[in-house]
C-alpha cells in the first residue's frame, strides 16, 4: 500500500492571470524547460531531476504559501494547471492547422494565455508560443 501524505492539505488554488504567467515564466526558465519540454539541440545535457520535483520547486516560486504547507501537493497542483494549459494549448493547435478553422468568440478567454506576445515579460523572446491574436484575425 502506498504511503499516504500525512503533511496538511493545501487551500484550493484559483489561479489568477498574474499567477499563471508566473508560471509560464518558470516553465520557460532553462533549468525547468530541460525536464518539462526536452532539449532544444542534442548538444543540451539533462538535469536528471523528475518533473514532479520541477513543479515542485515551481510552486515554491508560484505559490510560496502553500509550499510551506506542502510541498507534495503544492507540485500537484501546479502540475494540474500546467497539464490543463498544454491540453488546451493542443486543441487549438490542432483545429488552427485544419483548413477553414479559426478562432471563435469562445476562445478569445484561452487566448489569454497562449496567443498574445505580451505579458509580463514582453520584453523577452517568446519562443515556441504560438504568436497568433485574436485581434489579427
Known sequence: M???????AIPDVHWSE???WSLLSEVEKDDNRLVLLGK???KENTSGDSKITVFQWIGAVVLPESYKLNPTATGKAVK???????????????RLRTTGEG???SD????NYFGKSHGPQSDQATH????????AC
Do not use: F, N, S
Not at 515556441?128 to 485581434?135: A, H
Open 80 to 94: 494540474r494547471k500546467y497539464d490543463h494549459l498544454t491540453r488546451k494549448y493542443r486543441q487549438h493547435g490542432k
Open 2 to 8: 502506498p504511503k499516504k501524505d500525512t503533511a496538511p
Open 103 to 105: 478562432i471563435r468568440g
Open 40 to 42: 532544444r539541440e542534442k
Open 108 to 111: 478569445v478567454e484561452d487566448w
Open 128 to 135: 515556441g508560443i504560438l504568436q497568433v491574436t485574436p485581434e
Open 18 to 20: 498574474d499567477m499563471t
